[in-house]
């Protein structure tokens, strides 16, 4: 199975410049943990659930703090052909719980450790259900 199977393709973004509260309240919104950063169509960064922790715990204000200032700025990233197993591994061996997908430059998708477990659980549900 590849990763363009299981993603999703409705992808909400954040912007450097916008203030942590207004992207957090997007991911509170659309039911989502992250956020790909985009400053116009380049991918500059990831904005977590665990950054905005982070950010709480510093006492940013964050009607005023920048998403740039907190955004995980090292990133990761699958492709749609990617194994999913791969992009399993991804996850593990970088500590992260979310992929942008990247075609051509662009994030045309999210993937989450959420929808890989579809992988693992899809067979076991299958099975009692016989």
């Given at each position: 199975m590849r990763v363009c199977d299981l993603m999703r393709t409705e992808v909400w973004?954040?912007?450097?410049?916008?203030?942590?509260?207004?992207?957090?309240?997007?991911?509170?919104?659309n039911g989502v943990g992250s956020l790909p950063v985009t400053d116009?169509?380049?991918?500059?960064?990831?904005?977590?659930e665990r950054d905005l922790m982070w950010a709480m715990a510093d006492g940013a204000p964050p009607n005023v703090t920048k998403v740039g200032?907190?955004?995980?700025?090292?990133?990761?990233?699958?492709?749609?052909?990617?194994?999913?197993?791969?992009?399993?591994?991804?996850?593990v061996r970088h500590d992260i719980r979310h992929l942008p997908v990247v075609?051509?430059?662009?994030?045309?998708?999210?993937?989450?450790?959420?929808?890989?477990?579809?992988?693992?659980a899809w067979p076991a549900a299958q099975a009692t259900n016989v």
């Open positions: 973004q954040a912007f450097p410049e916008e203030s942590l509260a207004d992207a957090s309240k997007r991911m509170r919104n116009g169509d380049k991918l500059v960064g990831m904005l977590t200032t907190y955004m995980s700025g090292s990133l990761v990233v699958a492709t749609p052909e990617l194994d999913v197993r791969a992009a399993a591994r991804l996850m075609a051509h430059g662009m994030v045309v998708g999210m993937i989450s450790a959420r929808d890989l477990l579809v992988v693992e």
